[in-house]
């Protein structure tokens, strides 16, 4: 039974063990994720009016930054074992805290604290996940397993969604918070098993010097990084204003705690089923097949459309209650059903491009500090409007409008500058295939331009990558290479006729190989004519016995690897001859072709 899963999600046997722990830890820590987004909303109105709801996002920025900086501090610190019991344990803890707090001392400024509080849960939970997963596996495993992994979590949303109804009507809202620590801990019991078998890491040899780090200010003088920090900044601000409109409207529909958590329950459990087949099937295929385009502009096309017609209802039938809150509904759904998965994964591919020396330190100032400024920033600016402008929801859905279109043209911007900046980045060869997030996510229409290249280097390199997301076009454009003045190229190509063996190359190969001048080459084409005549070992032996040393060296590598019994025996007869001959040059070719 197990045997059969990992085939359907491409488990290897020695991965089985880790990768089930990790998808049933991350259902828990998922499942403590939905239940505090459904409950803090609703106790924070209870005792406050929705107008406050940009106080909790100046409180995120503030809080989230520096318990985060601490963590990572404590990182330097302590081992790895050691700080994941301590992030989750201090989550599950302080979650029972606020519980003993609501039932002892309940007050409008504790409420305050439950948004705040949850957003931090999710992001020290995501942080442990993820810091323990990239520990057990490496970057090619990462490829392959990670969004099953993250898939866990989006699972727990649609299991779990359907039982905050019940769980509110018997426990209680407050008491849902006991439920939330329930699952860390069974979380935290987990990660604890995944340590406990985890093997000690050994230190890896290196043969080069590290690498200098160029200053921080080199970031912000790089355009195209400029573009990829401001897309995080305007998606993030966006993201609390439909938050605020979403809650507005959801306070005005439910304005009991009660029914209020049950509804947002419901709703994330809808959000967690798009989640979980965006992820799972839709997000990869979508960007193979139609490109970063498609992953950077649906979800702002979508949420466009969601609040357009929010804003005609309010314009044209502002009676009609229902109609707004269906739109919100559209909105925040699209909003968290499309921008943490597609949206997402198109994000993360812009950093690819970016040089080796500087993308982590892109990516860890977009994620810690543009990012969390980004939701202080939209605390300030829904402040602003709906406390001292006194917008209302109507008025927020048209900024939403706008920031959304912002954020449509720097997606468009981007789109347009990520092939240029690929193209440099193959020129100048950055990338090293297995730290790309995801090989198939990369715009082959630059990598089949990229195989015109006057520099030999990039046009091997754009190989390697097109031979790696094992394009149907590359064979034909093999054909085409064999051709190549560079010789280096040409040896290239010919490997991978061999190892691919595109039918068409049979044909081509004998006349290349009768005007290929320099030896090293012709031996590759010959060899490389072996593995496609397998079958037939007669139109190998021409060359085996032909009077050009590089066309029998190719031959008798291409029988001793390719010729099955039969060739193995002439090779080896061949082989002796060679060895036993008075010229020092055969003898050489004998032990070349048996190294």
């Not at 106790?43 to 995120?60: C, H, K, N, R, V």
């Not at 074992?81 to 039932?103: C, H």
């Not at 109609?323 to 699209?334: E, H, V």
């Not at 279109?405 to 440099?424: F, M």
Request: with cysteine; net charge positive.
């Amino acid at each position: 039974m197990l045997s059969k899963l990992d085939t359907i999600l491409n488990i290897r046997p020695d991965e089985r063990r880790n990768v089930y722990l990790m998808l049933a830890q991350y259902f828990f820590m998922g499942a403590a994720m939905l239940f505090a987004q459904t409950i803090s909303m609703p106790l924070f109105l209870e005792y406050w009016d929705a107008s406050a709801i940009p106080f909790t996002y100046i409180g995120i920025a503030v809080v989230v930054s520096t318990i985060r900086a601490v963590f990572l501090k404590i990182y330097e610190r302590v081992s790895l074992s050691k700080w994941l019991w301590l992030t989750v344990l201090f989550i599950a803890i302080t979650t029972l805290l606020l519980r003993g707090g609501l039932a002892i001392a309940p007050s409008k400024w504790l409420a305050l604290l439950l948004p705040i509080w949850t957003q931090t849960l999710i992001n020290l939970a995501v942080l442990a996940f993820w810091t323990l997963a990239a520990e057990l596996f490496d970057v090619r495993q990462g490829k392959r397993l990670f969004g099953l992994l993250n898939a866990g979590s989006w699972l727990s949303y649609v299991v779990a969604g359907p039982f905050t109804s019940p769980l509110v009507k018997w426990l209680g809202t407050e008491n849902l918070y006991i439920v939330i620590a329930i699952c860390l801990f069974i979380a935290l019991f987990i990660q604890g098993v995944i340590v406990r078998g985890m093997k000690k890491p050994q230190a890896q040899p290196t043969d080069s010097a590290p690498q200098e780090q160029p200053p921080i200010s080199a970031l912000f003088r790089n355009r195209y990084i400029l573009l990829v920090f401001g897309l995080a900044a305007i998606w993030r601000v966006a993201y609390f204003v439909m938050d605020t409109i979403f809650y507005n409207m959801t306070a005005i529909q439910y304005p009991n705690a009660a029914d209020s958590a049950i509804f947002i329950g419901g709703f994330f459990s809808m959000v967690g089923l798009l989640g979980f087949i965006t992820d799972t099937f839709l997000t990869g295929r979508i960007i193979s097949k139609y490109g970063l385009w498609a992953g950077l502009l649906t979800t702002p096309l979508a949420l466009i459309l969601s609040m357009s017609g929010f804003a005609g209802v309010g314009l044209f039938a502002s009676t009609w209650t229902m109609g707004l809150f269906w739109f919100a509904i559209a909105g925040k759904f699209n909003n968290e059903g499309l921008g943490f998965t597609l949206d997402q994964s198109a994000s993360s591919i812009l950093y690819q491009p970016i040089s080796d020396a500087m993308r982590p330190k892109a990516r860890a100032i977009g994620e810690g500090i543009v990012q969390p400024a980004a939701i202080g920033i939209a605390g300030l600016l829904l402040t602003l409007l709906s406390n001292i402008l006194k917008f209302d929801v109507l008025q927020l859905s048209f900024v939403y409008v706008l920031l959304a279109i912002g954020w449509l043209t720097l997606s468009i911007v981007l789109a347009g500058a990520y092939p240029k900046q690929l193209v440099e980045a193959i020129n100048k060869r950055r990338f090293k295939r297995e730290d790309l997030i995801n090989v198939e996510e990369i715009n082959v229409e630059v990598l089949f331009k990229s195989l015109k290249s006057g520099h030999e280097g990039t046009v091997i390199y754009s190989l390697d990558l097109l031979e790696e997301l094992n394009h149907p076009d590359l064979k034909s454009e093999l054909i085409t290479l064999l051709g190549h003045p560079s010789s280096s190229v040409r040896i290239s190509v010919l490997e991978r006729i061999e190892r691919i063996k595109p039918e068409q190359a049979r044909a081509e190969l004998p006349p290349r190989i009768e005007h290929e001048p320099i030896e090293q080459t012709r031996s590759a084409a010959v060899q490389a004519y072996s593995a496609l005549t397998a079958e037939d070992i007669n139109l190998i032996l021409p060359y085996l016995n032909s009077n050009n040393n590089a066309d029998t060296f190719g031959a008798l590598v291409g029988l001793l690897k390719y010729g099955g019994e039969n060739g193995f025996t002439i090779s080896h007869e061949k082989l002796k001859k060679l060895a036993e001959h008075t010229s020092a040059r055969n003898r050489f070719i004998a032990a070349q072709a048996l190294r």
